[in-house]
Nanobody, 119 residues
Framework: QVQLEESGGGSVQAGGSLSLSCAAS????????MYWFHQAPGKEREWVAT???????TYADSVEGRFTINRDSDKNTLYLRMNSLRSEDTATYSC?????????????WGRGTQVTVSS
C-alpha cells in the first residue's frame, strides 16, 4: 500500500509563489509516473502536471511556464513549485501515483492541501 501526504499549502497574494511537497510512504517516486491534480470549489478535479520515470514532464496549459514538478528520490518526495500564482489557481492540490512502472493514470492519492490565492 502506498500512502501519500501533501504539505506546503497556504494563502498567498496573486503573483506570489508556493511550493508543495508530497511525501510517499515507500520508495516509489522514481519507478512510476507521478501527478499533481487540483480541485477548485464547485468544480471537478483537474490534472495539473505529470512527472515520468525518465524525468520528463507535462503540464496543463493553464500552468505551463508557471509551475514546475520535480522529485527527490532519496527523500521519497514529489514537489510542485508554483510561481506567478493567480486567483484561479485557488484549489485543493493533491498528488497521485501510478501503478508500479506505469504511466496510465493515478492509482494512489493523497488527501490534498489547500492553496488560496487572493487578488
Amino acid at each position: 500500500q502506498v500512502q501519500l501526504e501533501e504539505s506546503g499549502g497556504g494563502s498567498v497574494q496573486a503573483g506570489g509563489s508556493l511550493s508543495l511537497s508530497c511525501a510517499a510512504s515507500r520508495s516509489i517516486i522514481s519507478n512510476r509516473c507521478m501527478y499533481w491534480f487540483h480541485q477548485a470549489p464547485g468544480k471537478e478535479r483537474e490534472w495539473v502536471a505529470t512527472l515520468r520515470r525518465a524525468g520528463t514532464t507535462t503540464y496543463a496549459d493553464s500552468v505551463e511556464g508557471r509551475f514546475t514538478i520535480n522529485r527527490d528520490s532519496d527523500k521519497n518526495t514529489l514537489y510542485l513549485r508554483m510561481n506567478s500564482l493567480r486567483s484561479e489557481d485557488t484549489a485543493t492540490y493533491s498528488c497521485a501515483a501510478d501503478a508500479p512502472y506505469g504511466c496510465t493514470g493515478a492509482v494512489y492519492w493523497g488527501r490534498g492541501t489547500q492553496v488560496t490565492v487572493s487578488s
